[in-house]
Structures are given as structure tokens and as C-alpha cells.
């Protein structure tokens, strides 16, 4: 099997004997504060999307008791930051009991990140986190983005695949034809297949899918029972990227690299502040974060 | 009021009542804070090493099934063997009067019983979080109320 991931992964087998795990969260945190520079690492970058509550933190910690020991992989699971109190609860860790087994929990590092001011389902600095891991020698990252909808593919900017997850009962047969993330899945995993209707969703988004120049695969799990999740964690490593969404891509992280000059020039949280007190305009910050 | 903390909010030990613990989490998140709950029966080890890889700052322990004179000073301990001195930790549930002083000198920094108000818990956070009272920390301080 190492000679296979070897091709899948830039840079597979690095080799890390000893993760200290506490200076890492240091480092992580220091990143996110925007106290430190990133190292530059390189490896697989895994985006994992879908609605909330389609499974997609379940079906992570399944596919960790694969993947893991024999990888090393870092999981950085967003969840959103109140847009009112600027606070959040990150409740992705729940689900990890790959993290209670103590043959893999040294080849995993699970890391809860909130959007904090950025916005969209993956803030930018998960890109610095990614770059940062790799360089620890972590094989793989997994971005598990916030629930997210249709229309948001800020995760495509960032991972080297996408994965989309969905659900039986999640509406009818118009939901696959419609624009939006589905057209940027490498991927499209239909979980919970344990639940009556996922055949029927499977076949829709099939027929639907099959009328791209490059149709992603659909495949159909359980990550409650088990089902599937083997093949579909070799699946994802040789994964190959479909070419039509690189201009996708890129459009994304132009977004991204704007919205973060904005955001570095100012203080985001006492402009929004300013602008409520009426000490300033939308119009005035503009201005002054040229 | 001090800045955003990282707040790991946990259930020790076999304990399914986690109502008080998600109102905790949820007055923390309301207060501007980021807070990781880790869901029910956790070990302390589970808890410290959560605490180590989030690099939290305070861990809020919630339990309701009498076993916190065994479970609280356990999570103590870890951290300090764990270099992780300069973490918080509090509690709440129900944790009787006479049970409060032994936890206090494990280093339990808060105790909170029923009717506490979320506004005082908050204030702790703050105040604490500005006072060097760690795990691991020589100060005897724990918080006395508003």
C-alpha cells in the first residue's frame, strides 16, 4: 500500500516519530492570531462539505479508523463564529472516538477552528493551518468546512479534493440538477444508506451528474454501520481531480486573498463597532482600508 | 473585559445529564468566547489531551453523579503532569458544600452549584482570566462569588 500513496501523496512517508502535540496547538493558535508565519509543507488536502448534519463529522472518525496509523492525518473541523456575540461552540469532537484508541491517537491531531470574522463555510486561515501541518509531517489534512449550502464552495480555494456529502430525504429530484457545490465535488458521497431513500437519491444525483463532461463518482455509505467506508477511504486517497473546476479554483481564491487584505488592514471588530455607533460609514472604511 | 478564550466545556465519568453543561456552553459562546464541548463520559485523560490539542485556557467540568471528588482533582493532576500549568479549571452540578475546600486545594479555581447565574460565570472568566491562577499556579485564590 506505501508504494501506491507514495504516487497519491507529495511527500508520503516523511516520517514522524514524535508529535509534540502541545507546541503545535501553540503554533496553531499563534497562526490563527496571525502571530506567526506558516511553515510550508506539502501533502494531501482533503475537503469534506455537505449540509448540517448530513453526517460529515461521523463520517470522518470512520474513515480515521482506516486511514489511521498508517497515516498521519490532522482534521481541522470549522464550525461558525456568532455573528453577534463573536463567540462560538465547536461541538466537532463529539464524534471522534478514533481519538479514544490509543494505537491511532498519535497519528491524528484534531483541531476545532472557528470562521471568526471571515466569511463563507472555510475561513482563509484554514489555508495556513493546512500549509502548517504538512510541514509537520502530517500525510494528509482533512477540512471539514461549517454545514454548509448550495452555494458555498469557499472550501474548493483551499483542498486538493472535494468531497460532498448527502442524505436521503433531502428534497426532491431538483436539488441535484441545481448549481453550486455539486459541480465542484470530486466526490459525492451519499451517507446514512442505513435510512430508507438513499437509492433514490443515489439515482437522482447520478442522473443528474452524469450530464457533466467529467461526472464524479456517487457512492453510498453508512458511516453509523460501516457500510462502504473501507473502499471509499482507498477511494479518496487516489482520488483524481476533475479538470473543469480549476477556473472554480481559482476564482476562489482570488476571493479569498481579497477578503484577506481586507481584513488584515483593519480592525475588523471596532470598524463594524464604529460603523454601529455611527462614528463612521460602510463608505468611510472603504476608504480607509485602501 | 479581557479577551476571547478557548474553553474546553466537559462531561467526566458516567453521567448522561448534560443540560447544565450545554447552558454553560452556550452563556460562554454568548459571551464572546470559543468553546469546544467534548460530549458526555470522558475520561480525564480524554479532557486533558483535548485541552492540550485545542490549546484551551480553562476547562469547565460539569458533573452530576457524585463522583467529582475523584474525577475533578484527576484532571487536576494530568495537567500539571502534563506541563499544562497554566490552564483554569472549573467546575459545577451538584457538589456538596463540605465537598468544595478539598477540590479548591486540588486547584479547582470555581465551583458552581444550581442558580448560578450565567452572568457570574462569565465574570469569573474574565477575572480570572487575568490573574495568574493556573492548575499549577502557588496562589490559593478561588472565586467567592460577585
Same mark, same amino acid.
Given at each position: 500500500m506505501n508504494a501506491e500513496l507514495a504516487q497519491a501523496i507529495p511527500g508520503f512517508g516523511k516520517g514522524c516519530d514524535y508529535l509534540d502535540r502541545r507546541a503545535l496547538a501553540k503554533e496553531i493558535t499563534a497562526i490563527e492570531e496571525g502571530l506567526l508565519k506558516p511553515d510550508v509543507g506539502q501533502g494531501l488536502i482533503i475537503g469534506i462539505t455537505g449540509a448540517p448534519g448530513v453526517g460529515k463529522s461521523c463520517l470522518i472518525d470512520a474513515l480515521l479508523h482506516c486511514w489511521t496509523p498508517g497515516l498521519k492525518v490532522a482534521v481541522l473541523a470549522v464550525d461558525p463564529t456568532s455573528p453577534i456575540s463573536g463567540g462560538a461552540l465547536l461541538g466537532?469532537?463529539?464524534?471522534?472516538?478514533?481519538? =479514544?484508541?490509543s494505537e491511532r491517537r498519535e497519528s491524528i491531531y484534531l483541531r476545532s477552528i472557528a470562521t471568526r470574522s471571515a466569511s463563507g463555510s472555510t475561513p482563509y486561515i484554514v489555508s495556513d493551518l493546512c500549509s502548517h501541518l504538512l510541514a509537520r509531517d502530517f500525510d494528509l489534512v482533512v477540512i471539514e468546512t461549517v454545514g454548509a449550502g448550495q452555494a458555498e464552495i469557499r472550501c474548493a480555494a483551499m483542498a486538493d479534493r472535494i468531497i460532498v456529502i448527502e442524505g436521503p430525504s433531502?428534497? =426532491?429530484?431538483?436539488q441535484a440538477e441545481k448549481a453550486g457545490i455539486l459541480e465542484l465535488a470530486d466526490l459525492v458521497v451519499v451517507n446514512k444508506c442505513d435510512l430508507p431513500g438513499a437509492d433514490v437519491v443515489v439515482n437522482q444525483l447520478s442522473m443528474s451528474l452524469d450530464l457533466d463532461i467529467e461526472p464524479p463518482t456517487v457512492v453510498k455509505v453508512s458511516a453509523l454501520k460501516g457500510d462502504g467506508i473501507e473502499p471509499l477511504a482507498k477511494t479518496i486517497l487516489s482520488l483524481k481531480k476533475r479538470t473543469t473546476s480549476e477556473k472554480a479554483r481559482i476564482r476562489e481564491r482570488l476571493m479569498i486573498a481579497n477578503e484577506r487584505r481586507f481584513l488584515e488592514s483593519m480592525d475588523f471588530k471596532a470598524a463594524v463597532d464604529s460603523i454601529h455607533g455611527g462614528l463612521s460609514t460602510i463608505e468611510s472604511i472603504m476608504e480607509s482600508s485602501k | 473585559m479581557a479577551g476571547r478564550q478557548r474553553i474546553i466545556v466537559a462531561k467526566p465519568g458516567l453521567?448522561?445529564?448534560d443540560r447544565g453543561a450545554k447552558v454553560v456552553a452556550r452563556a460562554l459562546r454568548d459571551a464572546g468566547h470559543e468553546v469546544i464541548y467534548t460530549g458526555l463520559r470522558r475520561t480525564p485523560e480524554q479532557i486533558v489531551s483535548s485541552a492540550i490539542d485545542e490549546d484551551a485556557s480553562f476547562i469547565g467540568l460539569s458533573s452530576l453523579s457524585g463522583a467529582h471528588s475523584h474525577l475533578f482533582p484527576k484532571v487536576c493532576q494530568l495537567l500539571r503532569a502534563s506541563g499544562m500549568n497554566e490552564v483554569i479549571v472549573f467546575g459545577g452540578g451538584i457538589i456538596p458544600e463540605g465537598d468544595r475546600m478539598a477540590l479548591y486545594e486540588e486547584g479547582v479555581r470555581a465551583i458552581f452549584g444550581p442558580g448560578t447565574s450565567s452572568k457570574e460565570i462569565v465574570a469569573f472568566i474574565d477575572h480570572a482570566s487575568e490573574r495568574e491562577c493556573g492548575v499549577g499556579a502557588s496562589d490559593s485564590w478561588f472565586w467567592q462569588g460577585m
Open positions: 466537532d469532537r463529539i464524534r471522534m472516538t478514533s481519538l =479514544d484508541d433531502r428534497g =426532491d429530484g431538483v | 453521567d448522561g445529564h
